[in-house]
């Protein structure tokens, strides 16, 4: 069966330092992978998607980037953190456009 | 653009109760519309997933409908439990690689 990991699970971090979050799946070969950030009482918000290894869409332009180094690693950084990336990370997987999308357990940005 | 609306924001019900979660969305060609559950802090389980040409799908005592023509669907929960507590999303599939999501729905099931 497949599986999504995120980590870390929370991670306060201050304005102006690096960022790196982390998903990897398992169980499947060559996903469409996505990177969603959700804030308080919104909807998710679509930041990356990727078709393979090396291959990313940015949805937003933003103080964000995404890379693929692996064909099942998913990678967010941001070189300079802002107050307002604070959020709800999540990452997701989908065998193919227009089917269910399968999200990992999330990681909790703090901002201060 | 595709927006999509989920009311209410929350609703608390006593066990038992049916109830019924409304989410519309603005364009109709979407491919498809899913229902998501998230519990607090953790990640999207998907739920139900309606293709475009399909009315409603049923799981359990879930079931989804789908009105295109009048940019809404609904999940209808029978028989609510306290374990049903939970964030319920609506997400309409536009094409590509985007997925449009609602700010979703906060269930509270009374014992």
């Known amino acids: 069966s497949q599986t999504i990991h995120q980590w870390p699970a929370t991670l306060v971090q201050p304005v102006g330092s690096p960022l790196s979050l982390e998903c990897t799946v398992e169980?499947?070969?060559?996903?469409?992978l996505y990177w969603y950030r959700q804030a308080a009482g919104r909807g998710l918000q679509l930041l990356f998607y990727s078709v393979g290894i090396g291959q990313i869409s940015s949805e937003v332009p933003q103080n964000l980037s995404a890379s693929r180094p692996q064909d099942r690693q998913f990678i967010l950084s941001s070189k300079k953190l802002l107050l307002s990336d604070s959020g709800f990370y999540l990452c997701?997987?989908?065998?193919?456009?227009?089917?269910?999308?399968?999200f990992g357990p999330g990681t909790r940005l703090l901002v201060l | 653009k595709q927006e999509v609306t989920q009311i209410p924001a929350a609703l608390s019900v006593p066990e038992g109760e049916n109830l019924v979660l409304n989410c519309s969305f603005t364009d109709s060609a979407i491919y498809n519309l899913q229902w998501f559950r998230q519990d607090p802090g953790k990640g999207l389980t998907s739920l139900l997933l309606i293709q475009s040409s399909q009315r409603e799908q049923t799981s359990g005592r879930l079931n989804a409908s789908l009105d295109k023509s009048s940019g809404r669907s609904t999940l209808y929960i029978a028989a609510s439990q306290p374990g049903d507590s939970a964030t319920y999303l609506c997400a309409a599939y536009t094409g590509g690689f985007k997925t449009i999501f609602g700010a979703g729905t906060r269930l509270f099931v009374k014992a």
């Open positions: 169980g499947t070969s060559n996903p469409n």
């Open positions: 997701a997987w989908g065998g193919g456009t227009g089917e269910t999308q399968y």
